[in-house]
């Protein structure tokens, strides 16, 4: 039962990229305005120009997916012991992503999005791999 609950955290991710998915345009253009608004206001805190190509909803939902997929990697490299098996099950997702919102309203499959799906997937499976090197650093006996 052990070695089954570290793939809660996948699951989980993965309920949220199908809620994200099937989001109505409204709620996904609510939710990228906030997060722009969000980052906007932190780089004027550190002086950071904003007008930057970044500066739109649709780059702010691209930027959203690297997110989303950094999070996916993180907990696919956190469940699987290969980290093959997460990339793997980690661009499954992506393309069952896509291809979802070939059936919901409004929503259309977008192959411009699946780099930065990428992007994401590598530095949450980096992420993992970096801290399972540490941890076996600190734990070997010098």
């Known amino acids: 039962m052990k070695r089954y609950l570290k793939f809660i955290p996948l699951a989980v991710m993965v309920i949220a990229i199908l809620l994200l998915t099937i989001q109505s345009v409204s709620g996904t253009m609510t939710l990228s305005n906030s997060f722009l608004s969000i980052l906007v206001r932190f780089c004027n805190r550190f002086g950071i120009e904003t007008n930057a190509w970044w500066n739109t909803s649709v780059h702010i939902r691209r930027i959203g997916h690297v997110i989303e997929y950094t999070a996916l990697g993180i907990t696919a490299g956190a469940a699987f012991s290969n980290p093959w098996k997460g990339l793997v099950f980690c661009i499954s997702i992506s393309l069952l992503d896509q291809f979802t919102k070939i059936f919901v309203p409004v929503r259309h499959f977008d192959v411009k999005d699946m780099p ?27």
């Open 116 to 142: 930065f799906d990428m992007v994401g997937i590598i530095i949450g499976l980096a992420v993992v791999m970096i801290v399972r090197v540490i941890i076996r650093a600190v734990r070997k006996p010098h």
